[in-house]
């Protein structure tokens, strides 16, 4: 059996528990291997090509730090209580005061702790400076012994806690660093590229790398999947990578993370520049806490869309949370990188059951490197979903279960790659379609959603209730299926559609049990 040998110093004792789970329920079962990564005769994971030459992508690097280091506990500086009324303006002061602390060596400055107590928050309290933690008291619903927010406010307060900035973006160039790639392929997974010149760049460097949306690109992929709505348009859909140089050698970088899809000279010319981070929030966190709306009716819209947003953020965390009745979702996660969202409910949400809404766990617009694990959702209409189109890449979703949901989880539109369904579990589904876990072509959904999935894989994840786990495989790319328990089909609304690559289901005993946690063990050499 493939040793999943990361201690608690890299993953937490959460994620260390999640591994003994996994390696126990594994070892019930003869273990097996995939063909496509499997332990060579050295320990180290060895990845070949399908029979397409396509290759499963390392996912490790997803998580706060890029899963290189523990989440700190931050050092308490500051502790309120709840004030009767509105306690919006309250938390705000003193998170505000906390942000004027100077930063420690861990780049925190502190965490604000939050007394056991109800606090009614009319509107949306912001973390938008860096170093700050917000920490409760618990995330049960006794408020003598836990923390419990209640967004009393409308449906004109979007979200209840937004953790980032509120402004900046991927755009803002550093003057005089753009320069073309001149590599004629890069493949998906790889981490190196050859530029014209790297004259003005240099090792540590946060670089964005964009793949234009070109007439070529959109041809080769098909119009991007849709049938009678209208193929996808020129520059609407650029593919955006946030990276920093690990290497350089000559002009080729080596980048932190790889790409997931490819970078083809002949249908795009893609290009890098440095970018300059303006107004980026960093080290930034939130634990230990339950939030909800109160208890609207099943289907009352008028309360706050989100309990949580994490936007503009790296090196961000949401954990130990409870969060309840939310319209749209639990934790959003948008424009932002190397983020952990860890051992959280997401449950209940309150809506009409309808396009937009109940996205339990979301990754949203540029939303890179995200890790979800430790999840528990129910009655979502998308539980575990990627939002964010072609800008939308490199996220996993780890040891989670969807209990009643109404539809299904997976990349939701416009050429998301690079997501990782590991150990999910979708149960007791009530949707009245087929398929409840899918990586494949939406089509004309949402006036053409098209392939939503790229490049994505699920790893070891189960589907009940006689529903269905979707995988296609989109032009140019890959989707993988490997020891699901549960059917698996490439049929959907299409049924025209090539299958992806299906191994082993049915099949107990996949080794390793966890695709991420093994290649974060073997990236890490532990």
């Not at 309250?90 to 925190?108: C, R, W």
């Not at 970088?253 to 980026?280: M, T």
């Not at 309360?303 to 954990?319: Q, S, W």
Request: with cysteine; hydrophobic share 35%; glycine share 10%.
């Amino acid at each position: 059996m493939f040793k999943i040998g990361v201690g608690a110093a890299a993953l937490g004792v959460a994620a260390t528990a999640t591994v003994t789970a996994l390696a126990e329920e594994a070892g019930t079962a003869a273990a097996w291997h995939s063909k496509l990564v499997y332990p060579g005769s050295d320990g180290r994971l060895v990845y070949a090509a399908d029979a397409e030459g396509k290759k499963i992508a390392d996912f490790s690097w997803a998580g706060y730090r890029n899963g290189e280091a523990a989440i700190p506990d931050v050092p308490v500086v500051k502790t309120i209580s709840p004030v009767s009324g509105d306690n919006t303006a309250h938390i705000q002061q003193a998170l505000d005061e906390v942000s004027t602390m100077p930063k420690g060596s861990n780049g925190f400055r502190g965490a604000l702790l939050l007394k056991p107590g109800h606090y009614n928050v009319a509107g949306t309290v912001r973390m938008n400076q860096t170093g700050v933690v917000l920490r409760g008291s618990g995330k049960g619903a006794d408020t003598a012994s836990n923390t419990v927010i209640t967004g009393t406010g409308g449906a004109d307060v979007t979200t209840v806690l937004q953790v980032g900035g509120t402004s900046g973006s991927w755009d803002s160039q550093v003057a005089g660093t753009k320069t073309d790639v001149t590599s004629s392929l890069v493949e998906a997974g790889s981490r190196r590229l050859t530029l014209a010149s790297t004259a003005n760049l240099k090792v540590g460097d946060n670089i964005i790398i964009t793949h234009p949306c070109t007439q070529a690109w959109i041809n080769a992929i098909n119009g991007g999947g849709v049938k009678d709505v209208a193929p996808w348009a020129v520059d609407s859909l650029p593919i955006v990578y946030n990276r920093f140089i690990k290497e350089i050698h000559g002009n080729d970088i080596v980048i932190c993370a790889p790409v997931f899809n490819a970078l083809k000279r002949s249908y795009s010319q893609s290009y890098v520049y440095k970018w300059d981070r303006a107004k980026l929030v960093t080290n930034v966190g939130v634990e230990n806490l339950r939030i909800d709306m109160g208890y609207p009716a099943e289907q009352d819209e008028d309360h706050p869309a989100n309990c949580i947003v994490v936007t503009r953020a790296e090196d961000a965390f949401v954990r130990d949370a409870t969060l309840l009745h939310f319209s749209v979702s639990g934790v959003s996660v948008q424009r932002s990188t190397r983020v952990t969202v860890q051992d959280v409910r997401a449950s209940h949400p309150r809506s009409r059951i309808e396009g937009g809404r109940r996205y339990n766990f979301s990754a949203g617009a540029q939303a890179q490197q995200v890790l979800f694990r430790g999840l528990w959702a129910t009655h979502a209409r998308h539980a575990f979903i990627a939002t964010g189109t072609s800008t939308c890449s490199g996220n996993v979703w780890l040891d989670g279960y969807n209990e009643y949901g109404y539809s299904e989880s997976g990349g939701h539109h416009r050429w998301s790659q690079g997501l990782l369904y590991d150990n999910i579990k979708e149960l007791k589904s009530q949707s009245d379609k087929a398929w409840v876990l899918s990586l494949h072509n939406r089509g004309d959904l949402g006036s053409g959603h098209g392939w939503s999935s790229v490049n994505s894989v699920a790893w070891n994840c189960t589907v009940d209730n006689g529903k269905r786990l979707c995988v296609q495989r989109p032009p140019t790319s890959q989707n993988f299926a490997i020891g699901t328990t549960g059917a698996v089909s490439k049929d959907n609304w299409y049924t025209t559609h090539q299958l992806g690559y299906v191994e082993g289901t049915n099949k107990p005993g996949l080794d390793p049990s966890s695709l991420y946690l093994a290649q974060l063990a073997d990236r890490l050499g532990t």
